[in-house]
Nanobody
C-alpha cells in the first residue's frame, strides 16, 4: 500500500500563488507516476497535472489546458514528494485538489492510490 498525504491548501486571492505538496510513503517502489486532480463543487473530478519517471529519468510533465502556463508540477525524488506550484490563480481554480499515484498513465482510472485531498479556495 502507498499512502499519500497532501498539504498546503488554503485561501488565496485571485492572481495569487499557492504551493501544495504530496508526500508518498509505504510501498512506493512500484510508483512511476504522480499527479494532481481536482474536484470543484458540483463538478466531476478532472485532471490537473502529472509527472512520471523511470529509473533516473523524469519525463516532461503533462498539464490540463486550463492550467498550462500557470501551474508547475515537480518532484523531489529523495523525499518521494510531488509539488504543485500554482500561479495566477483564478476563482475557477477553487476545488479540492487530490494527489494520486500509479504505475503508468495519467488518467484518473490509471491511478492506484489517492490522497484525501486539500482544499484550495481562490477569492475574487
Amino acid at each position: 500500500q502507498v499512502q499519500l498525504v497532501e498539504s498546503g491548501g488554503g485561501l488565496v486571492q485571485a492572481g495569487g500563488s499557492l504551493n501544495i505538496s504530496c508526500a508518498a510513503s509505504g510501498r512506493t517502489y512500484g510508483v512511476y507516476v504522480m499527479g494532481w486532480f481536482r474536484q470543484a463543487p458540483g463538478k466531476e473530478r478532472e485532471f490537473v497535472a502529472a509527472i512520471s519517471w523511470s529509473g533516473g529519468i523524469t519525463y516532461s510533465p503533462n498539464y490540463a489546458d486550463s492550467v498550462k502556463g500557470r501551474f508547475a508540477i515537480s518532484r523531489d525524488n529523495a523525499k518521494i514528494t510531488v509539488y504543485l506550484q500554482m500561479n495566477s490563480l483564478k476563482p475557477e481554480d477553487t476545488a479540492v485538489y487530490y494527489c494520486a499515484a500509479g504505475r503508468a498513465g495519467t488518467m484518473s482510472s490509471d491511478m492506484d492510490y489517492w490522497g484525501k485531498g486539500t482544499l484550495v479556495t481562490v477569492s475574487s
